[in-house]
T-cell receptor, first 113, second 110 residues
Framework: NAGVTQTPKFQVLKTGQSMTLQCAQDMNHEYMSWYRQDPGMGLRLIHYSVGAGITDQGEVPNGYNVSRSTTEDFPLRLLSAAPSQTSVYFC????????????FGPGTRLTVT | EDKVVQSPLSLVVHEGDTVTLNCSYEVTNFRSLLWYKQEKKAPTFLFMLTSSGIEKKSGRLSSILDKKELFSILNITATQTGDSAVYLCAVEEYGNKLVFGAGTILRVKS
């Protein structure tokens, strides 16, 4: 199993540009989520999904869209990038049944100038 | 508002010391508390705690949860330089959402 994969690893955008951060998992996990990590603030939940076709907002959803057309993929879209979205983004997944931990991807470091 | 508070924010110890990291929480629908270790990359899982008073151990690391007082501690004995990292505490609510603390930065000097 590759686990949770994310692409790209690094990205620089100009203000106003759009892009999609990719996330995929091969563990057949129902639950997937996106977090951003800023210095001194831990990780904050952006959006999450409990299964294909179902998504919901987390703590900081503004400026981001998600979709979940398959169990494996959970892309995060930035519609019009802003410098405040400069951060490290982590995708995570877990099995919905029972007490299991969340598995994190390697992260995407995004800089918006 | 749900929150998770970790203390101290950072500490520096010498190899061989024992450290205790603290995590207190206020969340609406508590399901479990998790500890992660982060070394300049993705967080890696250490422990999941769901019941009060039951210590979880893994080598030199151990953790315990107090659901009445709403806190957890992570102990690391005989610290090594490889223990240097950010330690994250997170509370999982029903619905799988994680609420993270800001983390404790641990630096172990040789």
């Amino acid at each position: 199993n590759a686990g949770v994969t994310q692409t790209p690893k690094f990205q620089v955008l100009k203000t106003g540009q759009s892009m999609t951060l990719q996330c995929a998992q091969d563990m057949n996990h129902e639950y997937m989520s996106w977090y951003r990590q800023d210095p001194g603030m831990g990780l904050r939940l952006i959006h999450y999904s409990v299964g294909a076709g179902i998504t919901d907002q987390g703590e900081v959803p503004n400026g981001y869209n998600v979709s979940r057309s398959t169990t494996e993929d959970f892309p995060l879209r930035l519609l019009s990038a802003a410098p405040s979205q400069t951060s490290v983004y982590f995708c995570a997944s877990k099995n919905n049944r029972g007490d299991y931990e969340q598995y994190f991807g390697p992260g995407t470091r995004l800089t918006v100038t | 508002e749900d929150k998770v508070v970790q203390s101290p924010l950072s500490l520096v110890v010498h190899e061989g010391d024992t450290v205790t990291l603290n995590c207190s929480y206020e969340v609406t629908n508590f399901r479990s508390l998790l500890w992660y270790k982060q070394e300049k990359k993705a967080p890696t899982f250490l422990f999941m705690l769901t019941s009060s008073g039951i210590e979880k151990k893994s080598g030199r690391l151990s953790s315990i949860l107090d659901k009445k007082e709403l806190f957890s501690i992570l102990n690391i004995t005989a610290t090594q330089t490889g223990d240097s990292a950010v330690y994250l505490c997170a509370v999982e609510e029903y619905g799988n959402k994680l609420v993270f603390g800001a983390g404790t930065i641990l630096r172990v000097k040789s």
